[in-house]
């Protein structure tokens, strides 16, 4: 019984072709990572300040993370 679900049929790739994504651009990457680092201010602060404590919450008194 033919599958319904893939009509196609499984291949090997070929020697030119990848299994792995190709290399991402630096450039790309570089640009990537300035726009996260020009992020507001006050929200990476409200952020942390959430994280912080929520690090620190189930945690005995001499284990905090953050004191």
Same mark, same amino acid.
């Given at each position: 019984?033919?599958?319904?679900?893939?009509?196609?049929?499984?291949?090997?790739? !070929?020697?030119?072709?990848?299994?792995?994504?190709?290399?991402? %651009?630096?450039?790309? /990457? &570089?640009?990537?990572?300035?726009?996260?680092?020009?992020?507001?201010?006050?929200?990476? !602060?409200?952020?942390?300040?959430?994280l912080?404590?929520?690090l %620190?919450?189930?945690? /005995? &008194?001499?284990?905090?993370?953050?004191?």
């Open positions: 019984m033919p599958d319904t679900i893939n009509d196609q049929p499984f291949r090997m790739p !070929r020697q030119q072709e990848s299994l792995y994504p190709q290399k991402p %651009d630096p450039s790309a /990457l &570089a640009r990537l990572f300035g726009e996260w680092m020009q992020g507001d201010e006050s929200e990476q !602060r409200e952020t942390f300040e959430i912080r404590c929520s %620190d919450e189930d945690r /005995l &008194a001499g284990y905090k993370l953050f004191s």
